[in-house]
């Protein structure tokens, strides 16, 4: 997933409705966002919004998208 901000001179936020679905992500796990930019990951909750921001010092983002693994629970 690629976000930009087409004003990079301005910091841009706004709220990220992703459906998964689509992608070939199960819907009922919460989203986990790889950032190939930097050594970050990030963590959506299932069915929620999430809020991504782009400033002049990061006016994109490149996220590799998966779900969380399966926890072997016993």
Avoid: M
Wanted: with cysteine.
């Amino acid at each position: 997933l690629v976000i930009v901000n087409l004003e990079p001179n301005r910091s841009r936020a706004g709220l990220l409705h992703l459906d998964g679905t689509p992608l070939g992500l199960d819907p009922e796990k919460a989203i986990v966002a790889h950032d190939l930019l930097e050594p970050l990951v990030h963590r959506w909750p299932a069915g929620h919004a999430s809020r991504i921001i782009c400033t002049p010092d990061k006016p994109l983002h490149v996220l590799r998208l998966t779900t969380e693994p399966e926890t072997d629970v016993r």
